[in-house]
């Protein structure tokens, strides 16, 4: 199957920077949009950001110009660069990928298993 493991969680102060990253392993054809979400306690998940295999990002308003979505497809790797980091971006952050599988061509959205961002003094 396919895994995608999260690292660069941690408690950062606010106007902060931290970086996140996702890779995925596993039976992997391709991989095409690769993106970012959140959950903070007691909301519901939301968007940060997405990126197709080739083609334009997109970002969640609370975090444009702030936040920068990139991958490496030759690591099937999507990155989140975040600064000007505020408190309410406390959240666990989860990285999904639409994998290609390599025998069937079929693709299927896979979810990580989430890394924890504390914003706060």
């Known amino acids: 199957q396919v895994q995608l493991v999260e690292s660069g969680g941690g408690l950062v102060q606010p106007g902060g920077s931290l970086r996140l990253s996702c890779a995925a392993s596993?039976?992997?054809?391709?991989?095409?949009?690769m993106g970012w979400y959140r959950q903070a306690p007691g909301k519901q998940r939301e968007l940060v950001a997405t990126?197709?295999?080739?083609?334009?990002?997109n970002y969640a308003d609370s975090v444009k110009g702030r936040f920068t979505i990139s991958r490496d497809n030759t690591k099937n790797t999507v990155y989140l660069q975040m600064t000007y980091l505020k408190p309410e971006a406390t959240a666990v952050y989860y990285c999904?990928?639409?994998?290609?599988?390599?025998?069937?061509?079929?693709?299927?959205?896979?979810w990580g298993q989430g890394t924890q961002v504390t914003v706060s003094s």
């Open positions: 999904i990928a639409d994998i290609v599988s390599p025998s069937t061509l079929c693709s299927t959205n896979f």
């Open positions: 990126i197709p295999s080739t083609g334009s990002t």
């Open positions: 596993g039976k992997i054809g391709s991989s095409e949009a």
